[in-house]
Nanobody
């Protein structure tokens, strides 16, 4: 079992950048594929990005392609989400998630992930 803790959220102006971190503990980080999801008030949790165990494969939601970059450092047991050119529509609680094994088409769905962090708030002002 792995425990996940997000950090790096905050308030930023439109056009600004933030880098979220997801620190993992309690299990071997490199066996998990990692995902980032977000949830705005009154909306369902939605997929943002995912990365496989060796950083070979990444997935992105169309809404963040070209602006967000997911990465991981297995030596530091940490996954990252670099967010550039932020827009007010990116305002949400951001969650990292872990799943055993490879990314698949199902990995765009929250139900494919076994472990979740507590979330970090990102607010983008216009």
């Amino acid at each position: 079992q792995v425990q996940l803790v997000e950090s790096g959220g905050g308030l930023v102006q439109a056009g600004g950048s933030l880098r979220l971190s997801c620190a993992a503990s309690g299990s071997t980080f490199s066996v998990y594929s990692m995902g980032w999801f977000r949830q705005a008030p009154g909306k369902e949790r939605e997929f943002v990005a995912a990365i496989d165990r060796t950083s070979t494969t990444t997935y992105y939601a169309d809404s963040v392609k070209g602006r967000f970059t997911i990465s991981r450092d297995n030596a530091k047991n940490t996954a990252y989400l670099q967010m550039n050119s932020l827009e007010p529509e990116d305002t949400a609680v951001y969650y990292c998630a872990a799943k055993s094994g490879f990314l698949t088409d199902a990995s765009y769905s929250p139900g494919d992930y076994n472990y979740w962090g507590q979330g970090t708030q990102v607010t983008v002002s216009s």
